[in-house]
Structure formats: structure tokens, C-alpha cells
């Protein structure tokens, strides 16, 4: 399961590994160059909202789904 800051981390790698500037992203998505900038830098999370935008419009796919619990003894 992945934390909050390692879905962060992904989704900058994904922006930099993109064949597309922030400008683009910006226009594209709808969310500021302010934010991209601040989240690049560790400075600032995002919404979930803004975060769901952002993943799909880099083609990924955020899921959240319970722990699988661990047998004992087995």
C-alpha cells in the first residue's frame, strides 16, 4: 500500500517523465503552474480532486482498497 508521500513522489516522477512542460500540464489540467511548481518542490501536496485530475490526465490510475490482513501460523 502506498502512503500519501510516495503517491506524490510517482505522480512528480510521472511529470517529469512526460514529454509535456508544465505550461501544457497547466493549461491541459486546469491547475496552476503555482501549484505544479510547489508540489515539484516538496513544498505542497494537492486535493484529491486536483490529484485525481493530474494522475488521469498522465494516464495513471489512483486505488484505494483495504489492507489484506496476514495469517498467523500458516
Known amino acids: 500500500m502506498m502512503d500519501m508521500t510516495r503517491?506524490?513522489?510517482?505522480?512528480?516522477?510521472a511529470i517529469e517523465g512526460s514529454d509535456k512542460t508544465r505550461y501544457?500540464?497547466?493549461k491541459d489540467t486546469g491547475i496552476s503552474q503555482t501549484q505544479l511548481s510547489r508540489l515539484m518542490s516538496g513544498?505542497?501536496?494537492?486535493?484529491?480532486?486536483?490529484?485525481?485530475?493530474?494522475?488521469?490526465?498522465?494516464?495513471?490510475?489512483?486505488?484505494?482498497?483495504?489492507?489484506?490482513?496476514r495469517r498467523r501460523g500458516r
Do not use: M
Request: hydrophobic share 40%.
Open 43 to 69: 513544498e505542497r501536496g494537492l486535493s484529491i480532486d486536483t490529484l485525481e485530475r493530474l494522475a488521469d490526465y498522465l494516464g495513471w490510475e489512483i486505488t484505494i482498497r483495504p489492507k489484506q490482513r
Open 7 to 13: 503517491i506524490l513522489d510517482a505522480i512528480c516522477n
Open 24 to 26: 501544457r500540464i497547466s
